[in-house]
């Protein structure tokens, strides 16, 4: 057995009282969010759940669904091209099983998460087998029991790409129709999966956010149009405090137009990179759930809304780092050695203590009472 099947095999064994800690879940994110029918959910890492208890805790007690933040990355599922590895990811699954929480299926095609064995064959031969194979793997395995699923992360770049479209390893081997024919893949393999594109970079009044929404929209209606399997809409929301305010007179219109072509959306990243780390922290907290606010306002009354997924719980995670470069941008004002800390970006803090992006969060669920029916 290798060492990590090893961990997670231990770690089931040991953590099957998983159950037993869901009792706190009356107060949390989750049941706010199924007033309205949807589920709250949080990016989540097996080896954190396994070693933090308090981190464990706040997912169990705030989560009805989960987002494998690692572990459903193809480089992570395959590492060589006859090795899966499928460790983490059952684990996640037995977890989410144990606590009646969903699990929400990223990421199929992501140009970041490719295995390295894989691009020398991608580019030369052009061989969708490649995908064909790792992606009946995939969703053999797990689509009976993850319904919603990334068939394609990230394919608009309106800056360097080839018609708005990114110029990954995807479309340099197969054309701008590897995005149909990964839907068509995803549909046969999984059919009552509900198949999204995911996307970030739509939110604010930028011209390259025009741009982005633009092109997106455009892909949609060529999906739909062209009968191509797509059930909805990712929308990563990493928002960033320096970017100014969410524009709703931007962002409303896209959204018409995305339920206008029958589409469902779901939130799938929400966190925030904060603008001034050298402000007081509860200051720096109500700048970020400000925007937060900002943005669920827009986002809720959408019915075709269905969940909400903050990228990470608490700070104490997050891929959003302060670097040395962000800092360096303050001049000599921690030059006692202190500093800001962490990016303040998710619901709870370091401590896992509840943060008002949390009550934002709270706040925006339980003032919504879209009702609609789940097919
Ligand atoms: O855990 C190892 C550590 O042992 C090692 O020392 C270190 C050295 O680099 O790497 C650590 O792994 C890193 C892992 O995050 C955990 O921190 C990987 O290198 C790093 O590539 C990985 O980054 C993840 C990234 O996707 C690529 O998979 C981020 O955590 C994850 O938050 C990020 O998530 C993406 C979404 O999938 C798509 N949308 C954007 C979002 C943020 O970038």
């Given at each position: ?110 140009h ?42 990230e394919p608009i770049d309106t800056v360097d790409g080839v018609d708005g479209l990114r110029n990954s390893?995807?479309l340099?081997?197969?054309?701008p129709?590897?995005i ?17 594109i995911?996307e970030f970079g739509v939110e604010y009044d930028l011209a390259v956010e025009d741009d982005r929404r633009s092109r997106l929209l455009k892909l949609l209606e060529t ?13 990563q ?6 970017k ?6 931007k962002?409303?219109?896209f ?121």
């Open positions: 057995m290798k060492r990590r099947d090893f961990f997670y095999c231990v770690a089931s064994l040991l953590g099957l009282a998983f159950a037993g800690q869901v009792k706190s879940r009356e107060a949390s994110l989750g049941s706010a969010a199924s007033i309205s029918n949807r589920l709250y959910g949080a990016a989540v890492r097996g080896d954190l759940l396994q070693q933090d208890g308090a981190y464990r805790r706040c997912v169990l007690a705030n989560c009805s669904s989960i987002t494998p933040e690692l572990a459903l990355k193809w480089a992570a599922l395959q590492p060589q091209p006859d090795q899966f590895d499928f460790s983490e990811m059952d684990y996640l699954m037995r977890f989410a099983k144990a606590n009646g929480m969903a699990v929400y299926g990223h990421t199929l095609l992501w970041e998460s490719i295995p390295a064995w894989a691009l020398e064959p991608m580019a030369t031969k052009k061989d969708w087998g490649i995908i064909q194979r790792y992606m009946e793997t995939v969703l053999g395995r797990l689509a009976g029991s993850i319904r919603y699923w990334d068939v394609v992360n390893p995807f340099a081997a197969f054309g129709d590897y149909p024919n990964a839907l068509r893949t995803a549909r046969m393999l999984a059919p009552a999966a509900r198949l999204m995911n999906l739909r149009k062209g009968g191509v399997p797509i059930d909805g809409l990712g929308l929301a990493h928002l960033e405090l320096a100014g305010q969410v524009s709703q007179q962002l409303k219109p959204l018409d137009a995305v339920a206008d072509l029958g589409l469902e959306i779901y939130v799938t990243e929400l966190d925030v990179r904060e603008g001034n780390y050298a402000q007081a922290p509860d200051r720096r907290d109500r700048d970020v759930a400000d925007a937060v606010s900002r943005y669920l306002d827009i986002v809720m009354p959408y019915s075709n809304l269905r969940g909400i997924t903050t990228w990470g719980i608490c700070d104490r995670y997050s891929w959003l780092q302060i670097t040395p470069e962000d800092l360096a941008k303050y001049g000599d004002i921690w030059k006692d050695g202190s500093g800001p800390g962490l990016n303040r970006g998710l619901p709870f803090d370091a401590s896992m203590q509840p943060k008002p992006f949390s009550n934002a969060l709270l706040q925006a669920f339980s003032d919504s009472r879209v009702k609609y029916g789940r097919d």
